[in-house]
């Protein structure tokens, strides 16, 4: 059941990473560095899901950043703040 609860959030990360971030980095782009040359907002998120699919750095980057903050924030969690039957254990 614990291991669950530790898969959870990544999870939810990947799935905001996959779905919903390559339309935020689109609207966002359009906004600061102007119209999107390959078309609109779902042609980038095509570009996005094929750029994944060829290996490249930064679409992995976009993907899986989310999922390792939230690993990464846990794992500063877990040390800072032991549980109590952690405690008891050592």
Do not use: C, E
């Amino acid at each position: 059941m614990r291991l669950n609860q530790n898969l959870l959030w990544p999870a939810v990360a990947l799935l905001f990473a996959a779905a919903v971030l390559p339309f935020l980095v689109y609207y966002t782009g359009t906004q600061t560095l102007g119209p999107y040359s390959n078309g609109g907002p779902l042609r980038f998120v095509g570009d996005f899901y094929a750029s994944l699919a060829h290996l490249r750095v930064a679409a992995w980057t976009l993907l899986l950043g989310p999922a390792a903050l939230v690993i990464f924030w846990r794992v500063l969690v877990a040390l800072a703040w032991p549980s109590k039957a952690r405690s008891t254990q050592d």
